[in-house]
């Protein structure tokens, strides 16, 4: 049999393989090695995202699950402590929840509504940010003054008016799932302007390029030529306000829940434990909302830290 015959397989590897090591090669992984602080946030963020995709197994109880719960073990104290008891390492709220089983479902939450509202708040934002950039005219004036009187208002104050007009129109009919996804398209409707105006200021520079003109003169259609082709050259301010978004998209659901109009008791993000946790503070109960906190203060910090060194890397000016 001639060597013709037999099919070299190492090719197939070779296109993943040559993007890797470029990767590996690129200035921002360059400077993602150089800052130990973001390798540091890096290392903390995965590790919330693993306790949130594995808290099923790491999580000594489900909380969300009545049938575990016990109330003669409600308010004990961390295992530490002189009534502490195992094998509630953070001790126990007033239900009998275990506070880390707690903490490791409510990231699961916190993470789901706010990766859920990055993701709509950025497809609402970035399609109307290139309709309003590629086409202009009217409908660029009145897309943008939209978001300009939509900046008058904080986003937490949005968050709240879409959640309470929710919830009066849905009343009782709203269940858990069914809150999630209203905070989902509360804190969407809350940070889609920083995309649009992003995206809107990019577009209207690429588009006077000679790529758009050729694609033009070709017959490309325009959402083929904006998604296509403008949309990959705009992607490096998105990633930047995505990350910083997730952190305020946390905060926001936190800010919700702890006032009241976010996840309910029965199915508690780190907001609403912490907001069950405060009301025992002052009893001398201080572990209840003090470990949620903690863990809500580091995921925030280490998601903005990551926010902070991709803006930097993703700046040409600073390279």
Known sequence: MSDAAIPDRTQDHQPAAGWFRRALDSDIFYSFRRSKL??????????FFLLAIFASWLAVQNPFDPAQLQLMNSRIAPLWSADGQSPFLLGTDEQGRDV???ILYGLRISLAVGLAGVVFAGALGIALGLVAGYFGGVVDTVIMRIADVQLTFPAILIALLVNGVAKSLLGNRLDEMSTLGV????IGLSFWVQYARTVRGSVMVE????YVAAAQLIGLPAPKIMFRHVLPNTMGPILVIATINLALAIITEATLSFLGAGMPDTMPSLGTLIRIGNNYLFAGEWWIVAFPGIALAGL?????LLGDWLRDALNPKLR
């Open 207 to 210: 588009k006077n390029k000679d």
């Open 38 to 47: 973001t390798m540091v946030a890096a290392a903390i963020t995965l590790l």
């Open 183 to 186: 905070l989902v398209i509360a």
């Open 100 to 102: 880390l089983s707690a």
């Open 300 to 304: 925030i910090l280490s998601i903005n």
